[in-house]
């Protein structure tokens, strides 16, 4: 079935990179979308990006340029890069698929993984 | 970017009622809207796509509509497992946006 997982760092320092692993199974990364989320306690559900099925990426120009994801299809693997990091970044960061009938909504969730910014 | 106004923030309700959450978006978003379900610590869950249609396994007692800027989510009959919270999003463009949500508590 349908799975996907999220791991990274609980804690991150301000002005360093958090970085994201997102693993899948179930499905191929090479016919659906992936897509990244926040929750966080200032701005709520927030779309951060997506890589397409081809590779191509695009982002919420919220995160201006410091924001990237990328993907390893051989290890079905997505994996999310933020830099110069703010303690408003402080959230539980989520990965999910985009759906079958649309890529802009999302079907399958991870269980999320908690970031804290903070020195 | 297009804005998601949700309506009412927190909502109190009794087993068995029949609920309604309201979303209003800042420009026409042409019935592309989904909803989502989302329980204290899980993440969000999809119910509804393309403003009306049901996700697969989701209950029938769900339901959504609308069009334009103005769209619902109904729910009938509520049973225990419906006390939640619930988000509208936009998926016409992007950026991809999400109302503040409301949410859903036993009365």
């Known amino acids: 079935q349908v799975q996907l997982k999220e791991t990274g760092p609980g804690l991150v320092q301000p002005t360093q990179t958090l970085s994201i692993t997102c693993t899948v199974s179930g499905f191929s990364l090479t016919s659906y979308y992936m897509q990244w989320v926040r929750q966080t306690p200032g701005k709520g559900l927030e779309w951060m990006g997506f890589?397409?099925?081809?590779?191509?990426?695009e982002y919420n120009s919220e995160f201006k340029s410091r924001l990237s994801i990328s993907r390893d299809t051989s290890k079905n693997q997505v994996f999310l890069k933020m830099n110069s990091l703010k303690t408003e970044d402080t959230g539980v960061y989520y990965c999910?698929?985009?759906?079958?009938?649309?890529?802009?909504?999302?079907?399958?969730w991870g269980q999320g993984v908690m970031v804290t910014v903070s020195s | 970017d297009i804005q998601m106004t949700q309506s009412p923030a927190s909502l109190s309700a009794s087993l068995g009622e029949t609920v309604t959450i309201e979303c209003l978006a800042s420009?026409?978003?042409?019935?592309?809207l989904a909803w989502y379900q989302q329980k204290p610590g899980k993440s969000p869950q999809l119910l509804i796509y393309?403003?009306?249609s049901l996700h697969t396994g989701v209950p029938s007692r769900f339901s959504g509509s609308g069009s334009g800027t103005q769209y619902s989510l109904k729910i009938n009959s509520l049973q225990p497992e419906d006390f939640a919270s619930y988000y509208c999003?936009?998926?016409?463009?992007?950026?991809?946006?999400f109302g503040s949500g409301t949410k859903l508590e036993i009365k």
């Open positions: 393309d403003a009306s």
């Open positions: 890589i397409r099925s081809g590779g191509s990426t």
């Open positions: 999910a698929r985009g759906s079958d009938s649309s890529y802009n909504y999302f079907d399958y």
């Open positions: 999003q936009n998926g016409l463009s992007a950026p991809l946006t």
């Open positions: 420009e026409d978003i042409y019935d592309i």
